[in-house]
């Protein structure tokens, strides 16, 4: 399947039992509602699905359980990020062998990789590999900025295709456009610059409200690129107290707490993390009951034909 990095990609969360096992069963609740609501495909892995827990094991039955479960409707993307290049070459490997449809690649994990490095990082995961590739970048947590010069070194791989672009500086999207037209898919990284980027040209939303809020994300961005912008702008501004929550170091717990509220997930975690308790849980329960106390009416959001 080649992939058209488009739209709503859900980062979705990965869902455990209380024994600490997966999860399949909400696993599978959640993500028949991210393609009810009309999301683009589905990322596995990332943050938000608790990646560095995760048994190669575990990541092998979440790929052919999404694969299985999508049915061909979207493409199945899971995240690399791994510490040695000879590591992330076999996941790749075991990736493309469990049915996924794509990658999206982090930078080299606890080693700070200079430029030369990390490039030659990127070159030779996606020379071993088919698969369409997504560049992530994050610098603000993860410690390597991926440059537009490097953009450039990289743009030889053909399957090098997109940027998750979560740089907080929104700047960029202008900047990658000028520099390299359409040769990268951008897709913003950040739900809080999510609308900003759009109307300044990217071409869509990896995003982490969604995995409790699919309808409302999904119809941001449909809007946003049909030129009803006002609208989108509307339910933006009501969603953006959630959208904050994926901004924190407890952004794991706090959207599977809105998971809850909507009935698409649990508060289950894996330790480290613990589930959010005292005045913190209050706090971040306070923004969702209110938020679904005020909750919009959509529009008509699907088949807008932009």
């Not at 096992?21 to 599978?28: H, M, P, W, Y």
């Not at 990332?46 to 979207?74: D, F, M, P, Q």
């Not at 290049?85 to 049915?99: L, M």
């Amino acid at each position: 399947m080649s992939i058209q990095w488009n739209g709503v990609m859900p980062a979705v969360t990965t869902k455990f039992m209380v024994n600490d096992t997966l999860d399949l069963v909400t696993f599978e609740v959640n993500i028949k509602a991210q393609l009810e609501a009309g999301v683009n495909g589905i990322v596995l892995g990332g943050t938000l699905g608790e990646a560095s827990t995760l048994t190669a094991e575990e990541k092998k039955i979440l790929i052919i359980k999404t694969v299985e479960i999508v049915k061909g409707k979207v493409p199945v993307i899971i995240n690399i990020a791994e510490q040695s290049t000879v590591n992330a070459i076999e996941a790749a490997h075991k990736a493309e062998e469990f049915g996924a449809n794509g990658l999206m690649l982090l930078p080299p994990m606890r080693y700070k990789a200079d430029a030369r490095e990390t490039v030659t990082y990127f070159k030779k995961v996606a020379n071993s590999t088919k698969l369409p590739i997504m560049i992530y970048n994050n610098p603000v947590d993860y410690g390597i900025e991926v440059t537009l010069d490097m953009f450039e070194e990289i743009a030889e791989c053909k399957n090098i295709q997109a940027v998750k672009e979560s740089t907080r500086d929104i700047s960029n999207v202008s900047r990658m456009k000028t520099r390299f037209g359409n040769r990268f898919a951008i897709l913003c990284g950040v739900d809080t610059l999510a609308l900003e980027s759009i109307l300044m040209g990217a071409d869509g939303w990896v995003a982490g409200l969604v995995c409790a809020f699919p309808a409302e994300t999904v119809a941001i961005f449909n809007l946003a690129k049909a030129g009803r912008t006002n609208e989108a702008i509307e339910i933006y501004r009501w969603f953006l107290p959630l959208l904050e929550l994926d901004i924190s170091t407890k952004l794991v717990q706090n959207i599977k707490l809105a998971e809850v509220a909507t009935g698409i997930g649990t508060e289950n975690v894996r330790e480290p993390r613990l589930r959010l308790a005292g005045e913190e849980r209050k706090r971040v329960l306070n923004i969702i009951e209110a938020s679904l106390k005020t909750r919009p009416t959509l529009p008509n959001y699907k088949n807008l034909g932009f």
